[in-house]
């Protein structure tokens, strides 16, 4: 069995890795070749933390495993990542344990790959403009990957705690965007690809402030209850997801669903337009909008690539069970 800790993963693995093996499965599973397994996500009634399972599937590149973790919002105060992860990854053919991959820094990577992917196949090819809505954990990698997809020439951003922002500012200097903190509305009329990544449970970006031809990535909304975006924009918006049973559940295109505004008929998994089934966008004013709401395929699907890589580089530790 491999072992690769979080520090080989980040050695190892890269924005391009990421990208590649999250586009991917995103078409696998469009193909109906790979499938997520039922979420298993329970309070467990100690330490205030949330602990689950996701776990699939991909039988076009052989990848089968789970992801164990959840969320310890205690963490912080010793020092640790409040989400806790890890990857375990079995031979298919056996059944036998093949790699303990940790978890924490893959998440950000494949989170960030799967906005990427929707920009790449969705945005329109002249965006300029990137607008960031949020600016925690995951908004930094979020930044990087998006900006690897446009010739981006700046970013304008908003966050519910504004003191937040300077250090995604300092992410868009290394990359060398000028940076702009603004209100919302001007980041609606400003920005040509937007992308939420915050915990809100409440609309964030309301539908008269976006302006034609804008592709949204909502990535923050993966649980009931939270919400980024207006659902009268979502219902206005050409739609997509990573998943869409998972999308109408619990991302961001819930609220439209609950409210009767758009059935899950009007979501297309993105996998379908990187297969070449779906046209995607289809005009120039069209409103695009991702709903990335996380699945455990990606998780599996970097895990694999970093296990590999750690295995060719001779960086991978060796165990017996
Ligand atoms: P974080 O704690 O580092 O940052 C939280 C962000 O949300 C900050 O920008 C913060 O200012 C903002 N925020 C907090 N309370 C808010 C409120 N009431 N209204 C509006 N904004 C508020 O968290 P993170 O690791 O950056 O994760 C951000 C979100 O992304 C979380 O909701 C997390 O569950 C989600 N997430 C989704 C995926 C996915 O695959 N879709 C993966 C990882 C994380």
């Not at 329109?124 to 998006?146: I, N, Y």
Request: hydrophobic share 45%; glycine share 10%.
């Amino acid at each position: 069995m491999l072992i690769i800790s979080e520090e080989t993963c980040q050695q190892v693995i890269d924005r391009s890795d990421a990208f590649t093996a999250v586009e991917n499965v995103f078409a696998a599973m469009a193909r109906g070749d790979a499938y997520n397994f039922p979420v298993i996500r329970e309070d467990i009634g100690h330490a205030d933390a949330l602990y689950g399972f996701k776990s699939g599937f991909d039988r076009a590149g052989l990848v089968l495993g789970v992801k164990s973790g959840g969320y310890w919002p205690g963490n912080a105060e010793k020092g640790l990542t409040n989400h806790q992860s890890t990857v375990f990854l079995f031979d298919p053919d056996t059944g036998q344990l093949k790699a303990l991959v940790g978890g924490n820094y893959l998440t950000a990577m494949r989170t960030a790959a799967s906005s990427a992917v929707s920009i790449s196949h969705l945005s329109r090819e002249d965006s300029k403009v990137l607008g960031m809505v949020g600016a925690g954990h995951q908004a930094a990698f979020q930044l990087r990957a998006a900006a690897e997809q446009r010739k981006f020439e700046r970013v304008v951003a908003w966050n519910f705690h504004p003191e937040m922002l300077p250090g995604l500012a300092e992410v868009a200097g290394e990359i060398g965007l000028p940076f702009e903190a603004v209100e919302r509305e001007q980041l609606g009329a400003e920005a040509d690809v937007i992308i939420t990544i915050t915990s809100s449970h409440e609309p964030l970006m309301m539908k008269e402030w976006i302006k034609p031809g804008t592709h949204l990535a909502c990535m923050g909304t993966d649980t009931k209850g939270k919400q980024e975006v207006d659902p009268a924009l979502v219902a206005r918006a050409m739609l997509f997801a990573d998943e869409v049973s998972q999308s109408a559940t619990i991302g961001e295109t819930q609220h439209a669903v609950s409210a009767g505004l758009i059935d899950e008929g009007a979501i297309t998994p993105v996998g379908k337009v990187i297969n070449g089934a779906h046209p995607g966008r289809q005009s120039e004013n069209d409103i695009t909008l991702f709903d990335g709401t996380g699945v455990g395929l990606q998780d599996l699907a970097v895990a694999n690539v970093a296990a590999n890589l750690a295995q060719e580089r001779g960086l991978a530790g060796l165990a017996e069970l």
